[in-house]
C-alpha cells in the first residue's frame, strides 16, 4: 500500500508542475484506473489553471519499485 501511495503522491506532484506549479496538492486526485490507465481530477485553482492552458486530456503513469516510486503526467491539448 505505501508503493502505490507514493506513485500517487508523484503523480500530483508532476501534476503541479505541469501546471505551473502554484495549484495546491489537495486540488490534485489520482483516480482509480477500473480496468484501464489512471486519471486524474482536478479542483479548484488547478482545474482553472488547465482551462487556461487549453488542456484537453491528462495522461498519468504510475510505476513503483521496492524503494522508489515515479510518475509522469501528460497535460495535452489536442486541437490541431
Known amino acids: 500500500p505505501e508503493r502505490r501511495l507514493a506513485a500517487r503522491l508523484a503523480a500530483k506532484r508532476a501534476a ?4 505551473g506549479g502554484k495549484t495546491r496538492l489537495d486540488e490534485i486526485e489520482v483516480t482509480p484506473a477500473r480496468g484501464g490507465p489512471p486519471g486524474l ?5 488547478a482545474a ?4 487556461r ?11 513503483h519499485g521496492l ?8 497535460l495535452l491539448d489536442e486541437t490541431p
Open 53 to 63: 492552458l487549453g488542456v484537453q486530456r491528462v495522461l498519468v503513469s504510475l510505476t
Open 48 to 51: 482553472g489553471q488547465a482551462r
Open 16 to 19: 503541479r508542475v505541469a501546471l
Open 67 to 74: 524503494t522508489h516510486a515515479a510518475a509522469v503526467v501528460l
Open 41 to 45: 481530477r482536478l479542483t479548484g485553482e
